[in-house]
Nanobody, 124 residues
Framework: QVQLVESGGGLVQAGGSLRLSCAASGRTFSSYAMSWFRQAPGKERGFVAAINWSGTSTYYADSVKGRFTISRDNAKNTVYLQMDSLKPEDTAVYYC?????????????????WGQGTQVTVSS
């Protein structure tokens, strides 16, 4: 089992950048594929980005491709989401998730553990 804690959210102007971090507890962090999802008010939680267990493979939602970068540091039990060129439509609560499969998991049902979320607000 793994516990996930996100940090790094905040308020930023359009065009700005933020870096989210997700710290995982447990000794088997490298066994999990990791993902980021987001949920805006009144909308369903949606996929943002994912990375496999080794960090050699990544996948992005079309809406963030070219602007967001997911990475991980297995030595630090941490996964990151670098968000550049932020837009007001990126405003949401961002959640970190872990999948017990080592391969990329892009749906909520394939992720087994979730963090509590961190708010990102992009002003126009």
């Amino acid at each position: 089992q793994v516990q996930l804690v996100e940090s790094g959210g905040g308020l930023v102007q359009a065009g700005g950048s933020l870096r989210l971090s997700c710290a995982a507890s447990g000794r088997t962090f490298s066994s999990y594929a990791m993902s980021w999802f987001r949920q805006a008010p009144g909308k369903e939680r949606g996929f943002v980005a994912a990375i496999n267990w080794s960090g050699t493979s990544t996948y992005y939602a079309d809406s963030v491709k070219g602007r967001f970068t997911i990475s991980r540091d297995n030595a630090k039990n941490t996964v990151y989401l670098q968000m550049d060129s932020l837009k007001p439509e990126d405003t949401a609560v961002y959640y970190c998730a872990a999948s017990e499969t080592k391969i990329i998991a892009t749906t909520t049902s394939r992720n087994d553990y979730w963090g509590q979320g961190t708010q990102v607000t992009v002003s126009s």
